[in-house]
């Protein structure tokens, strides 16, 4: 039997049938289309798990976080918050996703509706325990000076704080916590202010704009007038810089591989049996 194909071929020059409507590949479509751009999707910290403690019966509870790990010179600042649920500043983010002046009147906000504590961590302190160790000291300071001491503890990073409450560290968290975004910013924003006035103390090291971070212009500045008592001592552009200007304070290298020479005296009254069996 020869069927006929021609109902299934469509006649020369007659216009071609729109192709199905695919519903089901669009949201495949959609997200390969937004892996491969450039811009990516910035989700903004929530109080989703801080309303899931209060569910609990769980409260009050806290977020913190610190400022000034990676600069060169000034101290940590951090500093806790416990935020009112009723009373939410608009706009909290991560510090460092907001400028200047946002930054500014969140500061005010939050201060104003919430719980709000700050610990500083000197240069001093930062020299003598490491940066990693002052940190977490000066964020459990800040948690233990709060107003109403918490039950339950967000912290930003990997670390969690020796402290009497639950801690809960959340790498990333002030991206995804909305109490340790806030603290976020009252620990930025305390910390440039101390930095400005530092700057005053200390002309030409630019300390208002860079806040003691590692920029071009700072480097320069501790290349041409050396280290100041607010640069942290064991970092290694501090280093250099002190060798320059002050090598009468940097104690030199020990060489591990020098040849001393060792006076070994030697009884020559003792009689050896060189029959014995050595």
Same mark, same amino acid.
């Given at each position: 039997?020869?069927?006929? +194909?021609?109902?299934?071929?469509?006649?020369?020059?007659?216009?071609?049938?729109?192709?199905?409507?695919?519903?089901?590949?669009?949201?495949?479509?959609?997200?390969?289309?937004?892996?491969?751009?450039?811009?990516?999707?910035?989700?903004?910290?929530?109080?989703?798990?801080?309303?899931?403690?209060?569910?609990? @019966?769980?409260?009050?509870?806290?977020?913190?976080?610190?400022?000034?790990?990676?600069?060169?010179? @000034?101290?940590?600042?951090a500093a806790a918050v416990i935020l009112d649920p009723d009373r939410i500043p608009h706009g909290i983010d991560d510090s460092k996703?907001?400028?200047p002046e946002a930054r500014e009147k969140l500061f005010d906000k939050i201060c104003a509706t919430a719980q709000v504590s700050v610990?500083?961590?000197?240069?001093?302190?930062?020299?003598?325990?490491?940066?990693?160790?002052?940190?977490?000291?000066?964020?459990?300071?800040?948690?233990?000076?709060?107003?109403?001491?918490?039950?339950?503890?967000?912290?930003?990073?990997?670390?969690?704080?020796?402290?009497?409450?639950?801690?809960?560290?959340?790498? @990333?968290?002030?991206?995804?916590?909305?109490?340790?975004?806030?603290?976020?910013?009252?620990?930025?924003?305390?910390?440039?202010?101390?930095?400005?006035?530092?700057? +005053?103390?200390?002309?030409?090291?630019?300390?208002?704009?860079?806040? @003691?971070?590692?920029?071009?212009?700072?480097?320069?500045?501790?290349?041409?007038?050396?280290?100041?008592?607010?640069?942290?001592?064991?970092?290694?552009?501090?280093?250099?810089?002190?060798?320059?200007?002050?090598?009468?304070?940097?104690?030199?290298?020990?060489?591990?591989?020098?040849?001393?020479?060792?006076?070994?005296?030697?009884?020559?009254?003792?009689?050896?049996?060189?029959?014995?069996?050595?």
């Amino acid at each position: 039997m020869i069927r006929d +194909q021609s109902a299934k071929k469509p006649a020369k020059g007659a216009p071609k049938k729109a192709a199905p409507n695919n519903k089901k590949a669009a949201p495949k479509k959609l997200a390969k289309a937004l892996a491969g751009g450039k811009s990516a999707i910035i989700v903004a910290p929530s109080f989703r798990r801080e309303r899931a403690l209060i569910k609990r @019966g769980i409260w009050p509870v806290a977020g913190c976080d610190e400022a000034g790990r990676g600069p060169l010179a @000034g101290p940590v600042v951090a500093a806790a918050v416990i935020l009112d649920p009723d009373r939410i500043p608009h706009g909290i983010d991560d510090s460092k996703r907001l400028t200047p002046e946002a930054r500014e009147k969140l500061f005010d906000k939050i201060c104003a509706t919430a719980q709000v504590s700050v610990a500083v961590a000197s240069r001093s302190r930062i020299d003598r325990d490491n940066i990693l160790r002052a940190s977490l000291w000066a964020l459990k300071r800040a948690v233990v000076a709060l107003p109403e001491q918490p039950r339950h503890v967000f912290v930003d990073g990997r670390d969690r704080l020796d402290t009497e409450c639950d801690c809960e560290a959340v790498i @990333g968290g002030d991206g995804i916590v909305l109490s340790i975004a806030a603290a976020s910013i009252v620990a930025k924003v305390t910390r440039d202010r101390l930095m400005c006035a530092l700057a +005053q103390d200390c002309p030409g090291y630019g300390f208002e704009q860079h806040k @003691g971070y590692a920029v071009p212009e700072h480097l320069d500045a501790l290349n041409r007038l050396g280290p100041t008592v607010h640069h942290r001592s064991f970092f290694a552009p501090v280093v250099a810089a002190r060798a320059k200007h002050m090598p009468w304070t940097v104690e030199p290298a020990q060489d591990l591989f020098a040849v001393t020479e060792i006076e070994v005296q030697v009884d020559t009254s003792l009689e050896v049996d060189a029959s014995a069996n050595l």
